[in-house]
């Protein structure tokens, strides 16, 4: 109350926040005569200024209000579009790293030039995210006009994408592309065998262990979607793993053996699967095991459960596709398709085997990295978005971004209607159907959202029965997206999408002259090229359709403007909005509605089924709705709970991903360093004394007793490394001492080694032209190729087996929380060791390697060099072949699933690793919490069930008495009130546990007489009174 009354007396920190920046709006609408009355070479000549006086030490913030009104002018002249007062403040909040929440039709597209172009100026690139190639293409096009009117350079960055069209975009001063593929191509990068080949720019602290900040400024579109929805979902890129198919066919069989809810537990809210007691059993005789949780039989736990969830989690044409003969996987966030995906832990394994198609060989990570880590490597970040103000907390904590919601440039005039539920889908489906004919005859468009391909063709069907003619936007017909979005619009068009419709999508009422224009030029899809903009078919076919437009809009304006119905609810509230935000763009009218049923996955996974009894109680038809304002707040909570879920989740991916940032970062600019380096001597002295340092440390430890020294372990230890046979026994025992003596007796013997071979190199070389100094420049080139590529070659291989290590101790961990102790101390623990462990292992390779390779001939050189090549091409093939992947499976599971490849420590007793032999155990601890939230959940349907039948069954003479008590049986915590904390059951064997003779009531809650009053104004004192006396 008191925050209120200051945010009133005040205004809020956003108010004030937006108030510091009206001086500056002013300030660029000062600049804006003399900017307009430049000619277009002024305008263009105004870069170049800007560049002289940044490279003079002035800094953005001083050209910013010049730049900005350039950047303005620029879009009037090359896009007909004038950047309103409002998207100059959210240009303004973007350029100094905010998240700007800009509701939808506000023009975020237009918004990002001005601090696009601005930050540009300084030429250290400039990135433009998006959440698909289609928006990615679509923007770059749209306003490369302006960038390239300024005379700034833009490129696109999408799947498809070659290297060289890459690297070229990457160069460009602002790139476009889509979020998957900045972070793929910067694991990518780290894969390659030379600088050359990298596609990303980097800051020049690229090759610094310690820098944080790699890239340079980014504005992320979506940037909740990007940063927040995607975020427990880390990029993989994996390669060639093992090769037999047999396990997951064979776990394929024996799963359908299994039956849900006796043999195995499905909890679809956290996305796990459960065997039971049962299905332990059944799967043991199956298998012919005698205990399926034995170290050696424990890998087929992972193959069991990669095919429980297959068959229960992942749905045809809901996740996936299928395209010739091959699994497409669908994004869950988008509705597309993402091929050349590959879901991981063997889950794509199995749903080729589920669908009777070719299983592809198991993968192997080859590299891996966190949305959060990814980003945070941008020297400055920021984004945009229309619903970010609820989520302010977790960018200011995970990113560290403040939120700006940035005002509408028109007051919103959409009109949401609440929730409406039916019993079943099959009466959801056909009063949505009534409301589509209703307002398609008055000429209304429609937009349809569903969650899934087969839902959308299934409604396609039911209007195809109708005779409504209507589009169908989906993952098959991605390829009409353009025309379909610039169609949608129009007067008595209906349009039926699955999410891909939610984000980024620009519905002008009436329809989109410049896309259709385009379309009737240079025909469908055009949108996904540039074309000539100047093309007089094109400039005539434009002013045509802008006539048709016009005309159609006013018709669609005076329809009401354009209608929203959703049949399905989201995971997330925010998607939900995304498709909301389609209608009353830019001040037009609008509406929006919810058609949702007890059968839809959000409803039947909180509760639907004992709703679904307790409205058979009350005998509420089947065409009948439930419409209530806390019916639609009870599915928000339910919504809420999800995301809370999903929040924990990507902080469990974070928490765990941070370790191994703090390696990949080590491992990368190591590489980067190698391959950089111009003496290449340095790093293998450098790996000689630091393989010295650690073989004397640990056989002549430094707090032992010089004394229990073993001397001949050490010696022994050198000899094995580099075939030097040492006598240490007469130097002095003191550990520096003995650390120095071996480290410059080895230095001094590889500079010797190395000028030995450098010279038999020089022999196989022709100089009979005399030129000497060159052979000899070309043969210690071609040795510090061999120095280069043993160390390459080093971390690359003992990388991925860290990579899979850690993967096992992750899976493995949680069993320390039996010791109570936290599993995530441990992993940062023992991670530290393993990696200490592997960085030995590449400089110890690296040192032997040195040591012992010999050329004595020509022939020699040349079969090292082709073994050396060879290996590269094999590198580049593979890298080629690899699978970029997103791991769907919430990242807080690797710490509760069982682990795919025994560790070799002891295994666990059989009675911990029994998954349902306890009241402790997982998933009975899920089983009982989706219990607490089912009956909340219930709470609040009930009294809104309760609130509208009780007038009619009183006058109909029944009891109310009677019926509430049948009510609890029916639903337990239909009557109790939301606020009272609910309780899991007390254990048997407790004495005396207190039961109530009828269900708890709430104070507010209707009196449980059915007197109509509230229970604190009617039996609450009476009742208690009983309960003390």
Known sequence: MFQKLLARAFGTKNDRELKKIQPLVAQINAFEPRIKSLDDDGLRAMTGSFKEKLSRGAKLDDVLPEAF???????WRRLGQRHYDVQLIGGYALHKGTVAEMRTGEGKTLVATLPAYLNALTGKGVHVVTVNDYLAT????????VYNFLGLTSGVVTTNVDEFRRRAAYNSDITYGQNNELGFDYLRDNMKYSLDDYVHRYLSTAHDAKADKLLNFAIVDEVDSILIDEARTPLIISGRGEDSTEPYLRANAIVAFLKRDLDYIVDEKSHVVSLTESGVEKVESRLKLPNLYDAEHMHWLHYIHAALKAHTLFRLEVNYLIEEGKIIIIDEHTGRKMPGRRWSDGIHQSIEAKEGLKVQEETQTLATITFQNYFRMYDKLCGMTGTAETEAEEFAKIYNLDVLVIPTNKTKRRTDHDDVVYKTERAKFRHAIEHIKESNEKGQPILVGTISVEKSQFLSTLLEGEGIAHNVLNAKQ???EADIVAQAGRFKAVTISTNMAGRGTDILLGGNPELMARADVFGSGAVHQHFDAEHPDYLEALERWRVTCAQERQQVLDAGGLLILGTERHESRRIDNQLRGRAGRQGDPGESAFYLSLDDDLMRIFGGDNLRKLM???????DEPIVAASVTNAISDAQKRLEGQHFDSRKNVLEYDDVMNLQRKAIYALRRRVLAASDTEEL?????SEVVYRRVDTHCPQKQNPLDWNVEALEDSIFALTDEELELTEVRRDFDSLVESLEKHLLVDYADRRKRLIDQILHTIDHTDGDEETARTQAQDQWQYFEREAYLRGIDTYWREHLR????LKEGVYLEAYAQKDPKLIYKKQGYEIFKQMIDRIESQLVEHMFRVEVKSAEELERLRQQAEDRRAEA????????????????????TRTTAKPSPAAPAPRSLARPAASAASPAKRSQLQKRAERMQFHAVWARAVWAERKAEMISAGADPVQVVQQMATLAPAAAASLDTPQQAPAPPQKPETFRRDRPKVGRNDLCHCGSGKKYKKCHMATDEAGAHS
């Not at 679509?138 to 006009?145: A, V």
């Not at 293998?684 to 000689?688: C, D, G, H, K, L």
């Not at 093939?877 to 710490?895: F, G, P, V, Y």
């Open 684 to 688: 293998v002295t450098s790996a000689i």
């Open 616 to 622: 058979e109680f009350l005998k509420i038809p089947e």
């Open 805 to 808: 290590t850690m993967e096992g």
């Open 69 to 75: 009104a350039v950047v303005r002018e620029a879009a």
């Open 478 to 480: 991605h390829a009409r």
């Open 138 to 145: 679509r923007d770059c096009e749209w306003m490369s006009r």
């Open 876 to 895: 580049r093939r593979q890298l080629q072949e690899t699978h970029a992947s997103q791991s769907l499976h919430d990242e807080a599971e690797a710490t």
